[in-house]
């Protein structure tokens, strides 16, 4: 069960059981009191014990005073650590999960479990479920102690709770299914909301704000209605709570009255009997509360677990010295869909071979599979069909961070964290000098720009970079890979966002660097890489071609066709 894991992971369970043992505590205190009314109305209080006895009660307060009040700081204490651990963990998870669970989870829900979920883990667990199990336990413990005060008015009294669990049951059943309904659809309001942020410019540009904003309220309307229908049900459940609460006391306040007035049992066993069935009755009133409460959490506990239990990167411990090849894709088939067999190959068949040192272009028309090639390189999706191979090694065998030290990798559409252009540049490398840092901002030809920005290095980058151009974004990306130095460069559509200029200059680096370096380069623009020691040209997820620039322009075959165009067309930014 979800929960049982939940609890596992808590590094302070000791204080949840510690605080369930003082709920018995307590429970102890309520059999003592009705005890000792049992015993005064049958052998009345004698004068002279009179004193002792105001000490007992005195003591017995302050216990249950005590009690109830370190129960209450030792709850909060366990649920702070488990909120953290909880924390921590899904943190830790969503780095080590595979890639393809952020391709296929939306980060609207991502963030609802995150905040919403966890929270709400959290205050059930230092909340309704300690409760729940407390006031069972004092439910038990009453129970126990009624059967000794008589069995068959406790046996008939207790008929009354398979009832009252049959229908708590019933009732919270609607609850649990319209709960995670209401989950589900504040996943899609937290997405578009983020939506909302995220395309601010196309919103503006094309006018888009009644009909976002239209699409927000109704979705938001959507899961106010399912909130609404939730309460209702909670609502509805209050009828059968008071039938639930009073049943058991009917039947045993008519019973304990026969049974005193036949005999049977003392008017204090009665007294006795009364006083703790309220103890008992309570819990049973509440225990709709407690299953609508339970269903409610457990959708946002399988919501966590399923961040929790998401399955790690499971790639092997190993790493290889074999230095020849760099890269082998042998019979490589890849598919974005979960059921290979049904779904389209995005990459089919391909078998190639880039040895080191080498400079090896990627081209082909959008959508041919060039950058999803790289990521199979990059072991974030694991090939459908064949292999591939990181110098000699399977990439499956080998421990992927230990791989992905050999990658410098600008992907195609940049990205930049929230922190200094220095800090951003420094993720190629963490522990680089300063002087480092300038020296790969100057082999991008990102120094000039960043020295005119008003803090230099200092200067402070917006949320996805917002506060720069697409160009110097690029350039700054490729400072990044360029500090980690690594021996294998993998560049997708690096200058699609340069001016000419830049993008020169740009290319000259990479060639400086691509006499030490094996570089595979994505390029639309043919120009770039015309010096490519090999060029492979992708065509709907197949090599349709290979060969150096001179070769494929005397094929006269496809890249002829593409190269023809895009000088011809003297564009240069035509799709090849
Ligand atoms: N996460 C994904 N899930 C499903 N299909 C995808 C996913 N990413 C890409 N595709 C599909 O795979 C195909 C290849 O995409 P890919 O991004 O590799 O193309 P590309 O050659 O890099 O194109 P471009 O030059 O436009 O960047 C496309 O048809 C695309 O729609
Ligand atoms: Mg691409």
Same mark, same amino acid.
């Given at each position: 069960?979800?929960?049982?894991?939940?609890?596992?992971l808590?590094?302070?369970k000791?204080?949840?059981?510690?605080?369930?043992?003082?709920?018995?505590?307590?429970?102890?205190?309520?059999? @003592?009191?009705?005890?000792?009314?049992?015993?005064?109305?049958?052998?009345?209080?004698?004068?002279?014990?009179?004193?002792?006895?105001?000490?007992?009660?005195?003591? @017995?307060?302050?216990?249950?005073?005590?009690?109830?009040?370190?129960?209450?700081?030792?709850?909060?204490?366990?649920?702070?650590?488990?909120?953290?651990?909880?924390?921590?963990?899904?943190?830790?998870?969503? +780095?080590?999960?595979?890639?393809e669970y952020?391709?296929?989870?939306?980060?609207?829900? @991502?963030?609802?479990?995150?905040?919403?979920?966890?929270?709400?883990?959290?205050?059930?667990?230092?909340?309704?479920?300690?409760?729940?199990?407390?006031?069972? %336990?004092?439910?038990?413990?009453?129970?126990?102690?009624?059967?000794t005060?008589?069995?068959?008015?406790?046996?008939?009294?207790?008929?009354?709770?398979?009832?009252?669990?049959?229908?708590?049951?019933?009732?919270?059943?609607?609850?649990?299914?319209?709960?995670?309904?209401?989950?589900?659809?504040?996943?899609?309001?937290?997405?578009?909301?983020?939506?909302?942020?995220?395309?601010?410019?196309?919103?503006?540009?094309?006018?888009?704000?009644?009909?976002?904003?239209?699409?927000?309220?109704?979705?938001?309307?959507?899961a106010?209605?399912?909130?609404?229908?939730?309460?209702?049900?909670?609502?509805?459940?209050?009828?059968?709570?008071?039938? %639930?609460?009073?049943?058991?006391?009917?039947?045993?306040?008519?019973?304990?009255?026969?049974?005193?007035?036949?005999?049977?049992?003392?008017?204090? !066993?009665?007294?006795?009997? @009364?006083?703790?069935?309220?103890?008992?009755?309570?819990?049973?009133?509440e225990?709709?509360?407690?299953?609508?409460?339970?269903?409610?959490?457990?959708?946002?506990?399988?919501?966590?677990?399923?961040?929790?239990?998401?399955?790690?990167?499971?790639?092997?411990?190993?790493?290889?010295?074999?230095?020849? +090849?760099?890269?082998?894709?042998?019979?490589?088939?890849?598919?974005?869909?979960?059921?290979?067999k049904?779904?389209?190959?995005?990459?089919?068949?391909?078998?190639?071979?880039?040895?080191?040192?080498?400079?090896?272009?990627?081209?082909g028309?959008?959508?041919?599979?060039?950058?999803?090639?790289?990521?199979?390189?990059?072991?974030?999706?694991?090939?459908?069909?064949?292999?591939?191979?990181?110098?000699g090694?399977?990439?499956?065998?080998?421990?992927?961070?230990?791989?992905?030290?050999?990658?410098?990798?600008?992907?195609?559409?940049?990205?930049?964290?929230?922190?200094?252009?220095?800090?951003?540049?420094?993720?190629?490398k963490?522990?680089?000098?300063?002087?480092?840092?300038?020296q790969?901002?100057?082999?991008a030809?990102?120094?000039?720009?960043?020295?005119?920005?008003?803090?230099?290095?200092?200067?402070?980058?917006?949320?996805?970079?917002?506060?720069?151009?697409?160009?110097?974004?690029?350039?700054?990306?490729i400072?990044?890979?360029?500090?980690?130095?690594?021996?294998?460069?993998?560049?997708?559509?690096?200058?699609?966002?340069?001016?000419?200029?830049?993008?020169?200059?740009?290319?000259?680096?990479?060639?400086?660097?691509?006499?030490?370096?094996?570089?595979?380069?994505?390029?639309?623009?043919l120009?770039?890489?015309?010096?490519?020691?090999?060029?492979?040209?992708?065509?709907?997820?197949?090599?349709? !071609?290979?060969?150096?620039?001179?070769?494929?322009?005397?094929?006269k075959?496809?890249?002829?066709?593409?190269?023809?165009?895009?000088?011809?067309?003297?564009?240069?930014?035509?799709?090849?």
């Amino acid at each position: 069960m979800n929960i049982l894991k939940i609890w596992k992971l808590s590094d302070k369970k000791e204080l949840f059981i510690l605080q369930l043992l003082m709920n018995m505590g307590m429970a102890g205190i309520t059999i @003592i009191v009705s005890n000792f009314a049992k015993n005064a109305v049958d052998h009345g209080i004698d004068e002279g014990k009179m004193l002792g006895i105001f000490v007992q009660f005195v003591i @017995i307060t302050f216990l249950g005073v005590g009690l109830s009040y370190s129960g209450v700081i030792i709850r909060s204490k366990f649920s702070i650590g488990l909120i953290e651990k909880l924390r921590n963990i899904t943190n830790d998870k969503l +780095i080590n999960s595979k890639y393809e669970y952020f391709e296929n989870e939306s980060s609207g829900s @991502i963030n609802n479990r995150i905040l919403h979920d966890m929270s709400s883990v959290g205050d059930y667990m230092s909340g309704g479920l300690p409760e729940f199990l407390s006031n069972m %336990i004092v439910l038990i413990c009453c129970f126990i102690y009624l059967l000794t005060l008589n069995i068959t008015m406790t046996l008939v009294s207790a008929l009354c709770i398979p009832v009252a669990v049959a229908v708590a049951k019933k009732v919270a059943a609607p609850t649990y299914d319209t709960m995670e309904k209401f989950s589900k659809k504040m996943d899609e309001v937290m997405g578009i909301a983020q939506d909302t942020v995220n395309g601010i410019k196309i919103e503006k540009a094309y006018n888009l704000r009644e009909r976002r904003k239209k699409y927000f309220d109704e979705n938001m309307e959507q899961a106010t209605s399912y909130f609404v229908a939730y309460e209702k049900l909670v609502v509805k459940a209050g009828p059968y709570k008071y039938v %639930i609460r009073s049943a058991p006391m009917f039947v045993s306040i008519m019973l304990g009255f026969y049974n005193a007035y036949k005999g049977n049992i003392t008017n204090g !066993e009665m007294v006795a009997f @009364i006083l703790l069935l309220q103890n008992v009755s309570k819990p049973l009133s509440e225990l709709t509360r407690y299953v609508t409460e339970f269903k409610e959490a457990m959708v946002s506990v399988d919501r966590v677990m399923e961040i929790v239990e998401l399955s790690e990167e499971a790639f092997g411990t190993g790493e290889a010295f074999e230095r020849e +090849i760099a890269f082998e894709l042998h019979n490589v088939s890849f598919s974005y869909g979960k059921d290979n067999k049904t779904s389209d190959n995005v990459l089919n068949d391909i078998s190639l071979f880039i040895p080191k040192g080498k400079t090896v272009a990627l081209v082909g028309s959008s959508g041919s599979g060039k950058s999803t090639l790289f990521k199979l390189l990059l072991g974030f999706h694991t090939t459908t069909q064949g292999e591939v191979r990181l110098f000699g090694k399977n990439i499956m065998e080998w421990d992927i961070e230990k791989a992905r030290k050999n990658i410098s990798y600008v992907a195609q559409d940049t990205y930049l964290f929230e922190g200094t252009v220095a800090q951003n540049i420094a993720y190629g490398k963490p522990d680089a000098s300063f002087n480092e840092i300038i020296q790969a901002a100057e082999k991008a030809y990102a120094h000039d720009f960043i020295m005119s920005m008003s803090e230099g290095y200092q200067t402070v980058l917006s949320e996805r970079g917002t506060n720069i151009s697409g160009g110097q974004k690029q350039r700054i990306a490729i400072a990044r890979a360029f500090l980690k130095d690594a021996p294998i460069f993998l560049l997708d559509e690096m200058t699609s966002a340069l001016d000419v200029e830049s993008e020169k200059l740009i290319q000259k680096a990479i060639e400086n660097y691509s006499e030490r370096k094996t570089v595979i380069l994505i390029a639309h623009r043919l120009s770039t890489i015309i010096n490519a020691d090999e060029i492979y040209v992708l065509s709907h997820g197949i090599i349709a !071609e290979n060969g150096t620039h001179e070769g494929l322009l005397e094929k006269k075959g496809v890249y002829n066709m593409l190269y023809s165009n895009q000088v011809l067309g003297n564009t240069g930014e035509q799709d090849a």
